[in-house]
């Protein structure tokens, strides 16, 4: 009995020593950890490895006890240490992508709208995104992480109700700054800003361009904003960088992380996530499109709509000659960043067309080409109308001595070159509002009648493609006479493409 219990003993009494000295080493790091955090928060000083270690088996306990806190203060609105019992969640249980990708779209959507204020709504969005980059930090290269950090810059920073508001609040602060970030690694510290991103030249910091892998997972290089490469290298971000680039940069890199590995989101499929990066560059090219529009009417001293609907009527019957009112640094500064951002809204669009053609030309996702369709046909409008937006605005700047023309610019070339773009983009228009917009009802009635008289044959719908565009005005002319006729009210589509239509058709008689 007594030599039975012997090694009982001795392997009680090892083990007693061994916890003794794993406690004193864990007691050891955490001191390291405090002094080195002082200024934080303690539990900003704790990895999850030590988590582990300290808390052994009563992680899972802690962690549901944690997890009905966090879940009933929120829907009681009581958000006391919610952000340390969800980053103690993150850190109890790091290995689980479902987690993390809920707690971002917890504190991204959920908490920010509990908010009062825009100032906490867009601190609250930035710690969901600081909550995530943390994660990315322990766990790099991970598709849900990355995907998971776009849509928080698409959603919530780029299409929310505010956005505008937090548009121009990040685009200001990632320029070059020398104020010092209150967010440090491994910090839960809720920021008020978001980090600067820029050189002072407007450049892409050569950190965040730097690639991290040794050998590339085909075009990934792990570089934090590897795909904003091109628009850096190019004309840089002088006026900051929008949430619908970092969008279109975090996309990118999940769906070539995808595409080069066995990886696979747990929540999107396969077609969703890689077809996510041409639908941010095209709200992007949208979004520079619409805030070139706003600034040539605060440049022209026209009253702004605060909607995105009837801002192309506000500036259309602006003639060449029309001298800019107003304080002319300003009106300067505004005619500079519209050109500006007319030209990138084009270029955005011709990117966005070659990312769409690319995803569309995967073997996989090949019967989704009518699914986008639409897309590829918008983009082209969208650039055809930009180019000729952006020559016009120079040929009225120029005229007004405003802004010179550059080197080797003409205002007879400009005039033709907006002449044909705003020609190109109102034909694009047209198919497009005649095509998709125009109910079933309404074409059978007026499509077979008119084309018959005008083509000499009789055309559907499907074939319209096929049909001079030089009857497209007279066709609609005839699809909004029939509406009425039969008082069937025309889509919202149908209106918002009448706008561009008319805003087109006023400049190209403008520029007779």
Known sequence: MKRGRTPIV???????????????????RRGQIVQQQASLSRLSGLDSFTMGLILGGLRGPLVMALWINVETQKVDRDLQNVDTMIELIRMLQPEFDQVHIFQIWNKAYNLSVQMTSIPNKYATILDALDYAHRVDAE??????ILTSIAEVYFNKLGQSAEKRVFTERMMEE???????????????????RHESLLTPEGRIKPELLTPRLAIPLGEYSGAELQFLEPFSKADGFP???PPLAMSYN???RAGALMRATTQRHAQLSDSVL???????????????????????????????????????????????????PGDAAKTRQNVEQALFDFARAHDLANRSLVEYRRHIAEAMFASETSTFQSHLEEMQALSDMADGERDYLRLLASEAKLIPLKTGESAVALRQSAKKSYELARDQFYRIM??????????????????????GKVLTKQQLWQADPAIYPSLAAEVVAESKRIKFHLSVDVEEYQAYLSRADIRLTLLK
Do not use: H
């Open 250 to 252: 975090y996309y990118r």
């Open 274 to 324: 890689d077809s996510r990066a041409a639908i941010a560059l095209r709200y992007w090219a949208d979004s520079e499109n619409e805030e070139a529009l706003r600034l040539e009417c605060a440049a022209l001293s026209r009253k702004t709509p605060e909607a995105r609907a009837g801002l192309e009527a506000v500036t259309a019957d602006v003639a060449i000659g029309t001298p800019f």
């Open 174 to 192: 990632t320029k070059a700054s020398n104020r010092r970030s209150v967010q440090t690694a491994g910090s839960t510290v809720i920021r008020q």
């Open 239 to 241: 006026y900051g960088v």
């Open 139 to 144: 766990r790099p290269d991970n598709i849900n």
């Open 434 to 455: 005649l095509f998709r917009y125009v109910d079933d009802y309404v074409t059978e009635k007026v499509y077979p009648r008119f084309t018959q008289a005008k083509v």
């Open 10 to 28: 001795m392997m009680l009494a090892l083990a007693l020593a061994l916890s003794g000295l794993l406690q004193s080493v864990v007691r050891g």
